[in-house]
């Protein structure tokens, strides 16, 4: 079963969103030490539930890693605007994805032939042209494994004639072709002198017991 694409909005359900934070947050903690180890780098990185339930990930002393970020923002003139910078463009990024996202979701609707009420002709063409250029590969592709599979029958053939020649060479076996071969050799005749019986139909006694039977001529 294929996975929807997650909509990056509020979760209304309470529990799946509990269920949701759970995950997700497992999920953070684990790259954050991945990250830490992989790379040799200082990660911190400090997690509030939405009831206020701290947690927190730190590859050395957090005390030391939150010092250094102050120390680094604050020798930095232009540091909180930095970082509102990065964060509008983070931001402008997660629109342009989701518009994104949205445009591949309809494009992947009319495929199946749904919400085509709205399509103008220039679409509904766009759409079957698409859809022939993916049948064309499809089509391809069964083509290509067919002769793939045609292929390893012919091999997998090969190699039970050669199986098969081996035993009877063992065994003394002649094989089935060489005897049928040698049948049609032989000559054939539709009669055989030696296989005709002549037979003869008589009514009453035999003849010797008939001629017993006879009276005597005088």
Same mark, same amino acid.
């Given at each position: 079963m294929v996975r %929807? /694409?997650?909509?990056?909005?509020?979760i209304e359900n309470?529990? +799946?969103?509990?269920?949701?934070?759970?995950?997700?947050?497992?999920?953070?903690?684990?790259?954050?030490?991945?990250?830490s180890v992989l790379c040799d780098a200082e990660v911190a990185l400090i997690i509030f539930s939405?009831? %206020? /339930?701290?947690y927190n990930f730190s590859s050395g002393?957090?005390? +030391?890693?939150?010092?250094?970020?102050?120390?680094?923002?604050?020798?930095?003139?232009?540091?909180s605007k930095t970082v509102e910078q990065n964060m509008q463009q983070l931001k402008n990024?997660?629109?342009?994805?989701?518009?994104?996202?949205e445009t591949i979701e309809v494009s992947k609707r009319k495929l199946l032939g749904e919400g085509l009420g709205s399509c103008s002709l220039e679409d509904l063409q766009?759409?079957?042209?698409?859809l022939e250029r993916s049948l064309s590969k499809v089509r391809a592709r069964k083509t290509e494994v067919f002769k793939q599979q045609i292929e390893h029958f012919k091999e997998k053939e090969k190699t039970l004639v050669a199986e098969n020649a081996?035993?009877?060479?063992?065994f003394g076996v002649q094989p089935l072709q060489t005897l049928n071969n040698e049948r049609q050799k032989l000559p054939y005749t539709d009669s055989d002198p030696?296989?005709?019986?002549?037979t003869e139909l008589f009514i009453g006694l035999p003849p010797e017991r008939r001629q017993k039977n006879l009276p005597s001529q005088k």
């Amino acid at each position: 079963m294929v996975r %929807g /694409k997650t909509q990056m909005r509020r979760i209304e359900n309470p529990t +799946s969103r509990q269920v949701t934070f759970f995950k997700r947050r497992n999920g953070l903690l684990k790259k954050a030490f991945e990250l830490s180890v992989l790379c040799d780098a200082e990660v911190a990185l400090i997690i509030f539930s939405p009831r %206020g /339930k701290l947690y927190n990930f730190s590859s050395g002393s957090m005390r +030391s890693a939150i010092e250094r970020y102050r120390m680094h923002t604050k020798d930095s003139p232009n540091g909180s605007k930095t970082v509102e910078q990065n964060m509008q463009q983070l931001k402008n990024e997660a629109v342009a994805m989701m518009k994104k996202i949205e445009t591949i979701e309809v494009s992947k609707r009319k495929l199946l032939g749904e919400g085509l009420g709205s399509c103008s002709l220039e679409d509904l063409q766009q759409v079957e042209q698409q859809l022939e250029r993916s049948l064309s590969k499809v089509r391809a592709r069964k083509t290509e494994v067919f002769k793939q599979q045609i292929e390893h029958f012919k091999e997998k053939e090969k190699t039970l004639v050669a199986e098969n020649a081996k035993l009877n060479e063992k065994f003394g076996v002649q094989p089935l072709q060489t005897l049928n071969n040698e049948r049609q050799k032989l000559p054939y005749t539709d009669s055989d002198p030696s296989s005709d019986v002549e037979t003869e139909l008589f009514i009453g006694l035999p003849p010797e017991r008939r001629q017993k039977n006879l009276p005597s001529q005088k």
